[in-house]
């Protein structure tokens, strides 16, 4: 909804009744998605008034990416990957910007299931060169494709940029994460770089919101 062009920032949303008939979801449904929009800063419910769009997009910058979320102790739950493709492709223009290489160059593109006490909590894309990554093999992204490149490259990871975007699932999505159509989903876009300013990996990363939350923290100092 708030990604269609045809509403702006400070534009308010329609009336959950509204978004109930045009989706033909239940009230539940609006209000979960809803929930979600406001907990990435991107709408903002004033009583009396309405649901303001505030932002779009949300953007994150980390210097801790993580492949897995852990348990408030910080001890790892059950974790699985499950790599559906593993390829060489011919990059396409726009993934060949990000990386910084040729259009049509050679790189890897991986899609992996991750499962979290044997549900599927996301589903990710990832373009890496192949230059950067000589060795790699089907058995490393079954395991944590950062400490893959912690423990087996030269290189040196300096952090993360995420792009944080509401997304409702597609047929194949829903059977996956098992939602119902309009269950929302969170695509974070995740550009990763290391310390010599190489852009290593470009992920699309589709987030199950309705068993998995995702949170970070910000201090005062930061701005975005």
């Not at 953007?59 to 801790?64: A, D, F, T």
């Not at 991986?110 to 990832?126: D, F, G, K, V």
Request: glycine letters at 4%; aromatic letters at 10%.
């Amino acid at each position: 909804m708030i990604r269609n062009p045809a509403y702006e920032v400070g534009d308010c949303l329609p009336s959950e009744a509204e978004l109930c008939r045009e989706f033909n979801v239940s009230r539940m449904t609006i209000r979960k998605a809803l929930n979600v929009l406001t907990t990435y800063g991107m709408i903002e419910r004033i009583h009396g008034k309405g649901t303001f769009i505030t932002n779009k997009e949300f953007r994150h910058q980390s210097n801790n990416p993580q492949s897995f979320p852990r348990s408030e102790n910080n001890k790892p739950q059950k974790l699985e990957s499950e790599v559906t493709k593993f390829s060489l492709i011919s990059a396409p223009l726009s993934i060949a910007k990000i990386l910084n290489v040729k259009e049509n160059s050679r790189i890897y593109f991986c899609t992996r299931i991750r499962r979290l006490n044997n549900q599927a909590i996301q589903i990710e894309e990832s373009y890496f060169p192949t230059c950067l990554f000589p060795d790699i093999t089907l058995s490393h992204l079954e395991k944590s494709k950062f400490d893959y490149v912690k423990n087996h490259t030269n290189i040196k990871i300096k952090g993360s940029k995420e792009i944080f975007k509401p997304m409702i699932p597609n047929k194949e999505q829903q059977e996956i994460f098992n939602l119902k159509k309009a269950d929302p989903l969170i695509q974070i876009t995740s550009i990763n770089e290391s310390e010599d300013g190489l852009i290593f990996d470009v992920s699309f990363i589709l987030v199950n919101t309705q068993i998995y939350e995702l949170g970070y923290y910000f201090s005062r100092e930061q701005s975005w």
